[in-house]
C-alpha cells in the first residue's frame, strides 16, 4: 500500500511540474504515471549504483553532482516515454529538483 502511496504522490509531483518549469511537457495522467513508474523505478535500481560510483566527485564537489545526476536521470526518463519531452537539459535539472520538493511536500502531507 505504501508503494502505490508514493507512486501516486510522484504521479501528482510530475503532473505539477510543468506548471512550474517552463520546457517540461506531459501529454496525459496516463503518461504521468508512466513517468513516475519509471523514475521510481531508476531511484531504486539504477541511483544507489552510480551514486557509489560517483562518489569521489559527488565529495568533491560537495554534493552539487548529485544534482546533476537527477537531472540526467530526468533527462533519460524523457528519452524513454513516449509523450513526455523536455526542452533543455537545465529545464531536466530545475524540474528534478522541483519534483523532488514536491514529493518531498507531498509525502509529508499524506503522512508517510
Not at 51 to 57: A, D, E, K, S, V
Not at 75 to 97: C, E, H, N
Amino acid at each position: 500500500m505504501k508503494i502505490i502511496i508514493h507512486w501516486l504522490v510522484l504521479t501528482l509531483a510530475v503532473l505539477a511540474t510543468p506548471y512550474v518549469v517552463h520546457g517540461i511537457h506531459v501529454n496525459s495522467v496516463v503518461t504521468a504515471i508512466v513517468v513516475a513508474a519509471v523514475l521510481g523505478f531508476i531511484n531504486i535500481v539504477v541511483k544507489p549504483i552510480v551514486t557509489i560510483l560517483t562518489l569521489p566527485i559527488n565529495i568533491l564537489t560537495l554534493g552539487l553532482f548529485s544534482v546533476v545526476l537527477n537531472g540526467l536521470f530526468f533527462w533519460f526518463v524523457a528519452t524513454i516515454v513516449a509523450g513526455f519531452s523536455i526542452d533543455t537539459f537545465m529545464s531536466a535539472v530545475i524540474g528534478a529538483f522541483v519534483i523532488s520538493v514536491l514529493n518531498w511536500i507531498l509525502n509529508k502531507a499524506f503522512g508517510e
